[in-house]
Nanobody, 124 residues
Framework: VQLQASGGGLVQAGGSLRLSCAAS????????MGWFRQAPGKEREFVAV????????YYADSVKGRFTISRDNAKNTVYLQMNSLKPEDTAVYYC??????????????????WGQGTLVTVSS
């Protein structure tokens, strides 16, 4: 599945952004969708995940309570609503699609398809 991420930009601390990730396949609904990010000089890290059924979500502790992942299977799109943004949220954000067991949903190597990334910059 091909993925196209969008919605990044420059925002002040405390602001909000919504990222979108559009998938190319009608079978999108069968994939678990995740968001990851990579800050300058740091390794890629898990942010949030939503299972294919939409019945299970999981967030990194650093974003819990501020970010919300959702999907619209009719539009083949997954979203990441980011509120109360902090400068440490600055990173390139990537969406990813895959099929894996529940215990592996935070592992980037379990996702077979990745979007191109969208840059989020939060100024203090």
């Amino acid at each position: 599945v091909q993925l196209q991420a969008s919605g990044g930009g420059l925002v002040q601390a405390g602001g909000s952004l919504r990222l979108s990730c559009a998938a190319s396949e009608r079978t999108f609904s069968r994939y678990t969708m995740g968001w990851f990010r990579q800050a300058p000089g740091k390794e890629r890290e898990f942010v949030a995940v939503l299972t294919w059924s939409g019945g299970f979500t999981y967030y990194a502790d650093s974003v819990k309570g501020r970010f919300t992942i959702s999907r619209d299977n009719a539009k083949n799109t997954v979203y990441l609503q980011m509120n109360s943004l902090k400068p440490e949220d600055t990173a390139v954000y990537y969406c990813a699609a895959g099929r894996m067991i529940l215990s592996a949903i935070r592992r980037g190597d379990q996702y077979g398809s990745w979007g191109q990334g969208t840059l989020v910059t939060v100024s203090s």
